[in-house]
């Protein structure tokens, strides 16, 4: 069988679930996938590697490849490599990323564009996918294609050898062939999936009896409005193209404990887990703002947790209990919910590779599991709708999970799954005839993700405290019914701070402080830059609207113990660019910065209101932080191209971190006299050189 290998990189697990499907679809074109995390170097050799090569990449929000790539990336970056190193590699490369962040898809395009640079060339163009419309728009054509693109190359490679022998790798490297392209581009991928006809590709897995006849279903159903559970024509009356079934791979069996046995999942047993208690409960904005902002102080006194100004840590934090129970009643598995899971491989399961998911720990109880390791909220993939096909029994259900999960249906998935962010709680309360095995769930749920947040204090400034802040995130869900929810980290963050926030409610002083105040999960985040320079001479521009201000809080706290420290240093100007709605409402650290700037902590504090309306004859101020960054344009150019400043951004990705991105383009080819080309080069020196440094999040 001809053999290629694949390789991925990822972060939260995106890559991989891609990198696996296109290893299970391997074998039904008649090729063998060699898959590996791109970490694991020592089970594959580019040096000596002969077989074409996939890479699937996804992206972090900062721009660069996922933490499993890093040592990968170091390494081909070696510049004593010569330009011809990875001459005999052929690959393609599927990147992953979000267009909502400023650097889309830049993992991939990283590492795409140093195989080149070392002499690599593609037998299949590079794919893009964007998450903020939908992975699965590009991912779908560039898999489809794929394998007639691994056929071309090992025809055209046996051609060759017919014809003069095993080429060695300079000869190879002389025989250059066009890659072959994805069979649609992004843009014609979209329209493909969109376009609600009979006419999706052949190769496909095809309804035949299993189908609803389609003049049928859409004879009963054309009156009504398409939602999640009812199409409307063309679709209801479409023939449809659905994923192959995936193989199940796991057996489930459910033990009762034993008397006295302790099966609930220890969360601090994991590495670098620690359990603190909530010490001091803030709410910074008043009732009538848009957003509920918190802040939360933590006791890490007993513990060795450590983070420095500018580090982000994570939040460990369960499922909502009420949404655990209610799918142990759907699941009928109420009175077993104390059970401990055993989990075991089937025998002959066609899945390849299948391994015991590392995120359920063993001998846990069901509950314990389904509260702290899988996220039943995750928008189901299409892979996971086509298996509860077959676990539904009204045959108008069936239908309808058949039409989500196939190419037809992109439009409705995307409208009524994703964009709606269905769950799997949701699913089988619009779908009551749907009854998968737990082992189902276990096998399609991902990991339960911790959170991150920014450390919103020094530890020069609060000794043994962590302080955080978040907006308590709200949202509707579209499912059958409008649903109000809160986010699932925030949600419950905020629940456990109710009693510290209710006014006339005190902790008790001394030893019983600990034991009364509500305790959560924390660990520790991978390092990253977005530290103060080591320099403390250094200007440093800080720009931070809303909750974004958090790690500036930490910066301006640790800078002002050093200067009280070391009086006689020479400290570097810092600006904060801070924005919110209004003045009056969410304000975050008004009385922290104004001390800060008041003391020469904070050189420059620049503030706009995006709500709020000039009184009378007052000029209209800045409305957002990027145009207050344009009325100080000079003195920001001459921070970071004369003065060997840094800037710092964090905050939203989907707007702001971008158009700041934009502004500083402008300034710079507005203020050093550029082309906006030459103003981005500088720009990304500046990223390079972790002077212009980013903590961005959607």
């Not at 009325?631 to 971190?657: F, T």
Request: net charge negative.
């Amino acid at each position: 069988m001809r053999r290629f290998l694949l390789l991925y990189a990822t972060q939260q697990g995106q890559a991989k679930a891609i990198a696996e499907e296109i290893c299970e679809q391997a074998a039904t074109h008649g090729f063998s996938a060699d898959l590996h995390c791109i970490s694991e170097s020592d089970k594959y050799n580019l040096k000596t590697e002969t077989a074409p090569l996939v890479v699937v990449v996804s992206t972090t929000g900062t721009g660069d490849p996922p933490d499993t790539a890093r040592r990968f990336v170091k390494e081909i970056h070696d510049k004593t490599l010569p330009a011809g190193f990875f001459a005999h590699l052929q690959y393609g490369l599927l990147g992953l990323g979000d267009s909502e962040y400023t650097y889309f898809c830049n993992g991939g395009k990283i590492i795409d564009r140093r195989l080149q640079e070392l002499g690599a060339r593609h037998f299949y163009d590079t794919g893009h996918a964007d998450d903020c419309v939908g992975l699965e728009l590009v991912v779908e054509p560039w898999i489809d294609g794929l394998w007639a693109a691994l056929t071309k190359h090992f025809t055209s490679r046996r051609g060759k050898e017919d014809v003069g022998g095993a080429p060695t790798v300079a000869a190879n490297a002389s025989l250059r062939t066009d890659p072959v392209k994805p069979a649609v581009s992004h843009i014609e991928s979209q329209i493909e999936l969109l376009r609600l006809d009979d006419s999706g590709g052949r190769d496909s897995q095809a309804l035949g009896q299993d189908t609803v006849n389609g003049g049928q279903t859409g004879a009963l159903i054309e009156d009504f409005e398409p939602s999640l559970i009812c199409s409307g024509p063309p679709l209801s009356r479409a023939s449809l193209s659905i994923p192959a079934l995936p193989p199940e791979y796991l057996k489930v069996r459910l033990q009762e404990p034993l008397a006295q046995e302790e099966s609930r999942l220890s969360v601090t047993s994991v590495d670098s887990v620690f359990q603190v208690p909530i010490s001091k409960a803030v709410q910074l904005t008043t009732n009538d703002a848009v957003k509920t902002t918190l802040l939360l102080e933590l006791d890490i006194s007993k513990t060795d947790f450590s983070c420095q100004p500018g580090d982000a840590f994570h939040v460990v934090c369960p499922n909502s209990e009420e949404e655990v129970q209610s799918l142990l009643q759907r699941l009928q598995l109420t009175d077993q919910r104390e059970h401990r899971i055993l989990l075991e491989i089937k025998e002959n399961t066609r899945k390849k590779g299948a391994a015991l998911p590392p995120h359920i720990p063993e001998s846990c109880s069901l509950q314990s599991i389904l509260t702290w390791c899988l996220e039943i909220r995750a928008v189901p993939k299409k892979a996971f709708l086509r298996a509860l096909v077959d676990y539904t029994s009204d045959v108008a259900e069936r239908r309808r999970l058949q039409e989500l999960c196939s190419k037809q249906g992109a439009a409705d998935y995307t409208r009524f799954v994703r964009d709606a962010r269905v769950g799997l709680g949701d699913l089988l309360h619009a779908f009551p005839t749907c009854r998968p095995p737990l082992s189902l769930l276990l096998e399609h749920l991902p990991k339960l993700q911790p959170r991150p947040y920014s450390c919103a204090s020094s530890s020069l400034f609060h000794p043994g405290k962590l302080r955080f802040v978040f907006n308590v995130v709200e949202f509707l869900s579209y499912t059958p019914a409008v649903v109000l929810r809160k986010g699932l980290c925030t949600g419950w963050l905020a629940a456990q701070a109710t009693s510290l926030l209710q006014p006339g409610v005190h902790l008790s002083p001394a030893d019983d402080r600990t034991a009364l105040a509500p305790q959560i999960f924390i660990s520790p985040r991978a390092t990253n830059s977005f530290h103060l320079p080591d320099d403390p001479a250094v200007p440093v521009i800080m720009v931070g609207p809303g909750t974004g201000v958090a790690p500036f809080i930490s910066f301006l706290q640790h800078r002002e113990k050093l200067q009280e420290q070391h009086p006689d240093r020479n400290f570097g100007a810092m600006w904060l660019f801070f924005g919110c709605r209004h003045k009056d409402r969410d304000y975050l650290f008004r009385d922290e910065l104004r001390h800060f700037l008041k003391h020469g902590v904070l050189t420059h504090l620049k503030v706009s209101f995006s709500r709020d309306v000039p009184v009378g004859e007052e000029a209209a101020p800045a409305k957002y932080v990027q145009d207050n960054l344009q009325l100080h344009s000079k003195q920001v150019a001459r921070i970071l191209l004369q003065e060997n400043g840094s800037v710092y951004v964090c905050g939203d990705a989907k707007n702001m971190a971008k158009d700041v991105n934009d502004t500083l383009v402008e300034i710079i080819s507005k203020e050093a006299g550029v082309e906006k080309l030459e103003a981005m080069k500088t720009l990304a020196t500046l990223k390079e050189e972790k002077r212009y440094l980013q903590d961005v999040w959607s």
